[in-house]
């Protein structure tokens, strides 16, 4: 190959090159020349040297020739040296050329050696730059059957991330452009693939989390219901520890709320896939798509919770749904406290302001439809366990629970309808006999329960109440009645309900109660002793009205010293206090018209009579047989001051009587004879009257008003009609101290009617008898004057 190369001549005409300057210069210093000689050899251009070298020495020459001439002699002995040096020159180029050969030989096979050498170095180096490509497509083919791999596990997160290492690590390495095009090609429709599978697996998720809502809506309601009852007992214990002067239970009070994480411990639902896809499409780079795909499913799901089947009766189907609604948001609130800004806050209020308005709306039907109170308060206590169930994750429940404060008139015109029902049945039913206990256990649950107890000093049994079944019936009515407003009105809007619940209870005892007994009491069928009972029944009602509202502040949390003052009674005992009345009223009624039949004082008395009265009429003995019965039966069963009332109303009633008799039209005469008579009469009723009020101690209570007092006007006429000289009635003296009672016109109209027969006391007697003519003339100057004063 060495061969091959043209050799180059330099050639100069006119002087030397710069190489034998050069070269001169080197020689001329002495300097050694075999590098250069080595080099030129080294290079294969051994000739050029030469001639330099040729060159050099024929300088030389000529210098030495002028040296010569100038020292010849001395260029003798230099051209001898010279010679010799020529010699030695001669066998050095001998040696060089020896050496040149040699080698050449050895050179030659040497460069075919590098030539190969060369060839191997370049056939290595594509060999390494094939093995560098192929590995890079090797792994990028290894990432790739990895991908599928992981997609054909459902490991789509590894998938994305080993096809973000081939896109951005690998691909543009990939030597081979068909592989590196369906690499490219391919990445696409993986994604796509990927995503499609996300999207699916992400919807069953949708699926089974609409499902399970109802669960663990149920599940999140129960433990409010158990933290609720937990708190009721709490209470309850407390209440009683307090009422017996214990101090207290000396342990915190329950909270209801129930703290997250053991919410969170409890509601375990997996939000995996949720998250998975929501992750998977933040790496595709579509986290919003995902977001915006989601919030819109997800407010579907929620608008067909929403929806009510109107086959089905609401009271059935009220749990599955509100705890639908509760899940839902358990479910909602989840996601967002734990997915990061997967979902805004508004998108969940917007979410629940649509939920709250369709529950407002539905319940405000369904309460309006519903006709059992029982009904409306199983879904109100429902609703606002819903209600502090919500609240714990931060919803806002108040529109609910106005919708609740809104049916509570709804529910307690129900439930009074329940309980006036109840009333009617129990009064209706009830025998008017006093209540008879025969054990301790039924004195409790019928006396003591209500406070219907007239000593505090236990009984002996058999026990005979002074009220009939009917009261400690109704007591049980009112006060299921108070628990069921205070169920209702419980964890509602307002947290301090009594006045709301006193106003109730004074309804239904108004309302209810009262008319319920005023209109036994105006049945005009009541008898004596049935008007008695109502009125004995009427005054422990009054009492246990205080009962009632002890019960109601306790249910209510009040304190009882609270509710014990004067003041803070029941505008409803005032008003059992007037139909009490009422009842005394009827009962007057009865026992003055049963009276009236047995006096009927125009048929039994013989006005006119000519013969002179040895007694009392055969009647006054039935109407004393009667009055004692009504008193003893009224001593018996009702209080002192109502057996007062009693026996004042029926000797008043006697007396007016007697008084209206000698007014009444049919009675257009009457003689002495019938005046005696209606004293032996008077007489024994003022006797029985004395008696009576004597035996049954009224005389500690009412001394100054005796029984007797109240028949002084019948009393008064009599003494009148009787006296010797009636006349006197007109002196204001007189008149004052013995008629005092008497009215003028009553005065005279009777007087007009005491007349005598021809062959009466003041007719064909009067001339035997002085006496009898001095009054009859008495009598006619009172009737005189009478008229005068009239």
């Avoid at 010279?82 to 040149?100: P, Q, T, Y």
């Avoid at 040497?110 to 490509?133: D, G, R």
């Avoid at 029902?421 to 329960?449: F, G, W």
């Avoid at 058999?462 to 009112?478: K, N």
Wanted: one cysteine or more; a negative charge; glycine letters at 4%.
């Amino acid at each position: 190959m060495m061969e091959a190369k043209p050799k180059r001549r330099i050639v100069t005409e006119n002087g030397d090159t710069g190489e034998d300057l050069v070269l001169a210069t080197l020689i001329g210093n002495g300097d050694d020349v075999g590098p250069l000689v080595r080099h030129a050899f080294e290079m294969g251009r051994p000739e050029p040297l030469v001639h330099q070298l040729k060159n050099v020495a024929k300088k030389k020459e000529a210098e030495i020739e002028d040296l010569c001439k100038t020292h010849y002699e001395e260029f003798i002995v230099a051209v001898d040296e010279l010679r010799g040096v020529l010699v030695d020159a001669e066998e050095l180029k001998s040696d060089l050329a020896s050496d040149n050969f040699r080698l050449q030989e050895v050179g030659s096979a040497l460069l075919v050696k590098l030539e190969e050498l060369l060839e191997s170095y370049a056939i290595k180096k594509n060999v390494t730059e094939a093995i560098k490509m192929s590995k890079i497509c090797v792994q990028a083919l290894e990432l790739c059957v990895k991908c599928n791999s992981f997609i054909s596990e459902g490991q789509f997160y590894h998938a994305l991330k080993t096809m973000d290492l081939i896109e951005k690590s690998y691909l543009k390495l990939i030597p081979l452009k068909v592989l590196k095009l369906v690499i490219e090609r391919r990445i696409p429709v993986i994604k796509s693939h990927i995503e499609k599978k996300v999207c699916s697996q992400f919807n069953e998720w949708l699926v089974h989390i609409r499902t399970s809502s109802k669960n663990i809506g149920q599940t999140a309601i129960g433990l409010t219901a158990s933290a609720r009852q937990r708190e009721g007992e709490m209470l309850e214990r407390q209440r009683r520890a307090e009422e017996q002067n214990t101090g207290g239970l000396g342990e915190s009070a329950y909270t209801l709320d129930v703290e997250d994480s053991e919410q969170d411990s409890v509601l375990k639902f997996d939000l995996t896939p949720l998250y998975r896809a929501y992750h998977i499409h933040t790496i595709l780079g579509v986290p919003e798509r995902f977001r915006d795909y989601y919030y819109e499913n997800r407010l579907l799901q929620l608008k067909s919770d929403l929806q009510i089947s109107y086959a089905q009766p609401f009271v059935e189907s009220y749990q599955t749904f509100l705890a639908q609604i509760a899940g839902y948001f358990i479910v909602e609130d989840r996601v967002i406290r734990t997915a990061g800004d997967f979902l805004l806050a508004d998108q969940v209020e917007t979410m629940w302001e649509t939920a709250i308005s369709k529950i407002v709306a539905i319940l405000e039907n369904q309460f309006a439809r519903m006709d059992s109170p029982t009904h409306l308060l199983l879904v109100k206590d429902y609703v606002t366990l819903l209600g502090t169930t919500l609240r714990q994750y931060g919803y806002e429940v108040g529109p609910v629970l106005d919708a609740l404060d809104k049916s509570r008139d709804k529910y307690h015109e129900l439930l009074l309808e329940e309980c006036r029902r109840q009333i009617v049945t129990a009064i209706t039913e009830d025998t008017y006999q006093q209540m008879v206990i025969k054990k301790e256990a039924d004195y409790e649950n019928n006396v003591l329960s209500f406070n219907l107890q007239t000593s505090d000093i236990m009984p002996a049994f058999t026990y005979i109440a002074p009220f009939s079944s009917m009261v400690p019936d109704v007591c049980r009515i009112i006060r299921s009645y108070i628990k069921g407003s205070v169920d209702y009105l419980s964890y509602g809007v307002n947290t301090s309900f009594f006045s709301v619940l006193r106003k109730y209870l004074d309804k239904i005892l108004i309302d209810v109660l009262n008319e319920v007994i005023l209109e036994t009491i105006n049945n005009n069928s009541i008898g004596v002793s049935q008007a008695m009972q109502i009125a004995a029944n009427i005054s422990f009602l009054e009492k246990a009205s205080d009962y009632f509202l002890r019960h109601a502040a306790q249910l209510c949390g009040i304190p009882s010293r609270s509710v014990e003052r004067p003041q803070a009674s029941l505008a409803a005992k005032v008003v059992l206090k007037t139909s009490r009345d009422e009842a005394y009223l009827a009962l007057l009624n009865v026992v003055n018209t049963k009276l009236d039949e047995f006096m009927k004082l125009t048929e039994n008395v013989n006005w006119i009579t000519e013969e002179m009265p040895q007694g009392p009429h055969e009647y006054i003995n039935e109407v004393v047989i009667y009055l004692e019965t009504v008193m003893s039966t009224a001593q018996q069963i009702l209080p002192m001051d109502a057996l007062y009332k009693v026996g004042v109303g029926a000797v008043e009633h006697i007396s007016n009587s007697i008084v209206s008799t000698f007014l009444s039209d049919s009675i257009k005469r009457f003689n002495a004879n019938a005046v005696s008579a209606i004293n032996h009469d008077l007489r024994v009723i003022e006797n029985f009257a004395d008696e009576r009020y004597h035996s049954s101690g009224l005389n500690e209570i009412y001394k100054e008003g005796s029984f007797r007092s109240y028949l002084v006007e019948a009393r008064q006429l009599i003494n009148l009609l009787s006296s010797s000289q009636p006349e006197n009635f007109m002196n204001p003296v007189i008149r004052e101290r013995n008629y005092n009672t008497l009215d003028y016109k009553k005065v005279a109209t009777i007087c007009d009617k005491f007349k005598d027969s021809p062959d009466g006391i003041f007719g064909s007697l009067a001339n035997r008898n002085t006496k009898l003519t001095a009054k009859k003339k008495s009598m006619d100057m009172l009737k005189k004057r009478l008229k005068e004063f009239n």
